[in-house]
């Protein structure tokens, strides 16, 4: 879905959309499982000079491996949003552009307007905590025999000190 800059001057839009797997490209080991479903409200800004205004409710659930033991970690994302996107202007300058404190959270777009998919996978990738795991008490992997600590047990010793670092400690 793409709103135009032309039929948002007409009129609000109001969408209702549910996307299939692969329908959004999310990049990366992250994949959508089940319909991502998104409904909201696209409309331009009066006085703005194109500016445009996204705000709805996204609901998705996404899969991308733990970042201790690499087994499936689901995320749910159930948000909403509420995006701003003003178009970009070209200068010939090629210094820094100096941005007002509201303007950093404003996205810009190039053209006649603004698709619903780009918004929503910057939206997504923006929601997405820092460390996906696969829940809370996950023991990850072994850092010496690489066995999950999950499933089973291993006899490797937790090791506490490097040993490059030995020749150090007959020092002081």
Known sequence: MFFTLTELEHH????????KPGEVQLGGELAQKGGLQVKG??????NTLGEIRLRGHVQVELETPCDRC????????????????????????????????GEVEISFYEGDGVGLRDALRE??????????????????????C??????Q???CADQKTDPRWAALKGLG
Do not use: Q
């Open 12 to 19: 609000p839009i109001f969408y209702d959309v549910t996307y």
């Open 41 to 46: 409200k696209a409309e331009l800004l009066r």
């Open 70 to 101: 690499l087994e499936p970690a689901r995320i749910p994302i159930d948000s909403d949003f509420d995006l701003f996107y003003r178009p970009v202007v070209k200068t010939d300058a090629h210094g820094e552009v100096h941005l007002e404190e």
């Open 123 to 144: 939206f997504i990738l923006l929601s997405l905590p820092m460390r996906a795991v696969c829940r809370e008490e996950c023991k990850g992997l072994c850092p010496a």
């Open 146 to 151: 690489g066995v999950n600590r999950n499933t």
């Open 153 to 155: 047990g291993c006899a």
